[in-house]
């Protein structure tokens, strides 16, 4: 059974940088599939993040492209995400999920709170 | 870079069958048949239930079910039940990302 568990602070100040780790058990994140971060605001809808192939490589949505880096840890089967420069429009429960094919996450973390607050 | 459009609200009562439309663009759910749903429920995360436009994941009810013409794909629930109550979300690929759509209310009456 694939499990994915995220982790980090549940807040952070105006302009620093928002960290979170998805740890994943049951399957080997060097193995295959891409791995991604989809968020959503309190009372609104998923906005995907990112993703990053198992090779490493990595694709970004345009507007976040410029603030977003994914990482993965093989050695830790785990995969990471720094957002920077955060705003309170970055408030959000942040999820990790399997990516299977494009757009299709099929496993998903439980979520976790950020608050982007001073 | 824009959501894709789906309905705030649908609802329906036991045993109905519903429809929810999620409309893109040429660039997106018109040119991919890369289109999932996810239902989510409060406090929950979002579950796969349709992939690929029309395909089902092992263990969904084959009471859901997808499809797509042009740039608008729907999702349709068929003999509705109380556990269907949920928000709903659409997600296509774009040429080199994901777009969501904001979402769909499903009330069962």
């Known amino acids: 059974q694939v499990q994915l568990q995220e982790s980090g602070p549940g807040l952070v100040k105006p302009s620093e940088t928002l960290s979170l780790t998805c740890a994943v058990s049951g399957y080997s994140i060097s193995s295959g599939y891409y791995w991604g971060w989809i968020r959503q605001p309190p009372g609104k809808g998923l906005e995907w993040i990112g993703s990053?192939?198992?090779?490493?490589?990595?694709y970004y949505s345009p507007s976040l492209k410029s603030r977003v880096t994914i990482s993965g840890d093989t050695s830790r089967n785990q995969f990471s995400l720094k957002l920077s420069s955060v705003t309170a429009a970055d408030t959000a429960v942040y999820y990790c999920?399997?990516?299977?094919?494009?757009?299709?996450?099929?496993?998903w973390g439980q979520g976790t709170l950020v608050t982007v607050s001073s | 870079q824009s959501a894709l459009t789906q309905p705030a609200s649908v609802s329906g009562s036991p045993g109905q069958s519903i429809t929810i439309s999620c409309t893109g663009t040429?660039?997106?759910?018109?040119?991919?048949?890369?289109v999932s749903w996810y239902q989510q429920h409060p406090g929950k995360a979002p579950k796969l239930m349709i992939y690929e436009v029309s395909k089902r994941p092992s263990g969904v009810s084959n009471r859901f079910s997808g499809s797509k013409s042009g740039n608008t794909a729907s999702l349709t629930i068929s003999g509705l039940q109380a556990e269907d109550e949920a928000d709903y979300s659409c997600c296509s690929y774009a040429g080199d990302y994901l777009v969501f759509g904001g979402g769909t209310k499903l009330t069962v009456l």
């Open positions: 999920a399997r990516e299977i094919g494009y757009g299709t996450h099929d496993y």
């Open positions: 040429s660039s997106d759910v018109g040119s991919y048949n890369l």
């Open positions: 990053i192939y198992h090779s490493g490589s990595t």
